[in-house]
Nanobody, 122 residues
Framework: QVQLVESGGGLVQAGGSLRLSCAISGRTFSRYPMGWFRQAPGKEREFVAATSWNGGSTYYADSVRGRFTISRDNAKNTVYLQMNSLKPEDTAVYYC???????????????WGQGTQVTVSS
């Protein structure tokens, strides 16, 4: 059974940083694109960032470009999201996703994690 488990969320003040991790078990995802999405209260889930299977290409939402960095370690089956200069509007549940179509975003991922809460206070 495939499992994606996020960690690293929490409460941080505006301007601070957090690093999210997503560990994948049950299958080797070294050949799959991976990404991060988020959903704020009362809003639809939105794309945040994605990386190709080898980390050679990345895409970012305009709202996070220059502040967030996605990376992956295929030897550890883990993808990361380094979030700097956090803003209150970054507050959301962040979801890890694997598979799907890697093209400007990550479309129709095959697998999703349960999510981790990120709260940015002003």
């Amino acid at each position: 059974q495939v499992q994606l488990v996020e960690s690293g969320g929490g409460l941080v003040q505006a301007g601070g940083s957090l690093r999210l991790s997503c560990a994948i078990s049950g299958r080797t995802f070294s050949r799959y694109p991976m990404g991060w999405f988020r959903q704020a209260p009362g809003k639809e889930r939105e794309f945040v960032a994605a990386t190709s299977w080898n980390g050679g290409s990345t895409y970012y939402a305009d709202s996070v470009r220059g502040r967030f960095t996605i990376s992956r370690d295929n030897a550890k089956n883990t993808v990361y999201l380094q979030m700097n200069s956090l803003k209150p509007e970054d507050t959301a549940v962040y979801y890890c996703a694997a598979g799907g179509v890697f093209r400007t975003t990550l479309r129709d991922p095959d697998y999703w994690g349960q999510g981790t809460q990120v709260t940015v206070s002003s």
